[in-house]
């Protein structure tokens, strides 16, 4: 008796908690969430007036543009939902990110801002990580990054770029401390194998050349480049440390659609 009793408390616990989490899935479906950003530049910081799509998980989605002059936009989404954010303008290489709005049981509002890179000449609108860290061994998500890329050349038709390979990524890697004794002194001096980091360079563009040049969709528009510079003064690659390609934009004509 006292064992089925037990098994009955079991079953109810379960329905109970069975029961909860339906009804909660339930509410989070019918709860909406109001999404308020502003799409501004990276460099400038100035707004930006780009295409705003929204994509849920059964490929649902909506269209909407941020303002012209001050960047904000709004949307309503639902509660406790995972969303593809894409941002696009033929002033811009299309732009994704991934926006998972909370859980909730009733009406909220929540803030979420991005950034783009408006294409002009000379700026550096992508840094990518292309070689393992002191080699150049290609990464293996090498050929993905460059299909991606395609992907925004074919956005936007007018795009020209410099393909440009550095080595600010391995740079440490070539320092060195000697430590010696001057005058019963001990000095230690850092030092920089130049030799060596200079032909790093010259074996990743040969990969460049060998490997990834065959897979652009457009080669005529891009231009492969090495830069052998120790410092970069990029604020773009400067938000990504294993970054060693620049994509540098060399013309663009805004009325090529």
């Known amino acids: 008796m006292m064992k089925l009793l037990i098994q009955i408390a079991l079953f109810l616990v379960f329905f109970l908690f069975s029961t909860a989490q339906m009804n909660a899935?339930?509410?989070?479906?019918s709860v909406q969430v109001l999404v308020k950003g502003k799409i501004t530049d990276f460099y400038s910081g100035n707004p930006m007036?780009?295409?705003?799509?929204?994509?849920?998980p059964t490929g649902k989605f909506?269209?909407?543009?941020?303002?012209?002059?001050t960047g904000n936009f709004e949307q309503v989404l639902q509660a406790g939902v995972k969303y593809d954010v894409r941002l696009n303008s033929k002033f811009?290489?299309?732009t994704s990110y991934e926006l998972s709005t909370p859980n909730a049981e009733q009406y909220l509002e929540i803030n979420q801002d991005y950034q783009v890179i408006k294409l002009e000449k000379q700026t550096t609108a992508l840094a990518l990580d292309l070689f393992q860290s002191g080699s150049d061994n290609l990464n293996a998500n090498t050929s993905d990054l460059i299909k991606d890329l395609n992907i925004k050349m074919r956005f936007n038709r007018s795009v020209k770029i410099d393909f440009e390979i550095n080595l600010v990524d391995s740079h440490k890697q070539f320092e060195k401390e000697i430590t010696k004794k001057v005058k019963k002194k001990t000095i230690t001096e850092k030092t920089f194998?130049?030799?060596s980091y200079a032909a790093l360079g010259d074996n990743r563009l040969k990969k460049a050349i060998s490997n990834i040049k065959s897979q652009f969709t457009f080669p005529e528009r891009v231009n492969i480049i090495l830069n052998k510079s120790e410092n970069i003064d990029d604020n773009l690659l400067n938000t990504c440390k294993d970054c060693d390609v620049r994509i540098i934009i060399t013309d663009f004509n805004q009325n090529i659609k």
Not at 25 to 29: A, D, P, S, T
Not at 49 to 56: A, K
Not at 62 to 69: A, G, P, Q, V
């Open 62 to 69: 909506f269209k909407i543009s941020s303002n012209s002059l």
């Open 193 to 195: 194998d130049k030799v």
């Open 92 to 94: 811009i290489f299309p």
């Open 49 to 56: 007036q780009v295409e705003i799509r929204f994509e849920d």
């Open 25 to 29: 899935q339930i509410i989070n479906k």
